[in-house]
């Protein structure tokens, strides 16, 4: 059976449900906890590049030491 060409239900997209707490405008609580976790994932970012950096230099201390 082909397709209706008149029927446009749907063709928007969806609309995303809404919680109480968004309803009534406090927001939602996930842009918050994705806050949270986007900060966390800079201080683990950072804390590696620092730990990488003190590697990468206790090599060339221990070679400049040899010498």
């Known amino acids: 059976m ?7 239900l749907g063709v928007g997209g ?11 405008g406090a927001g939602p609580a996930r842009d ?3 806050k949270v976790a ?13 730990r990488a950096a003190a590697a990468d230099a206790a090599p060339a201390q221990d070679a400049q030491a040899d010498s």
């Open 2 to 8: 082909a397709k209706s060409r008149n029927n446009l």
């Open 14 to 24: 969806q609309r995303k449900k809404l919680s109480r707490a968004e309803q009534q």
């Open 32 to 34: 918050g906890d994705r």
């Open 38 to 50: 986007e900060d966390k994932k800079q201080e683990l970012v950072r804390k590696m590049r620092e």
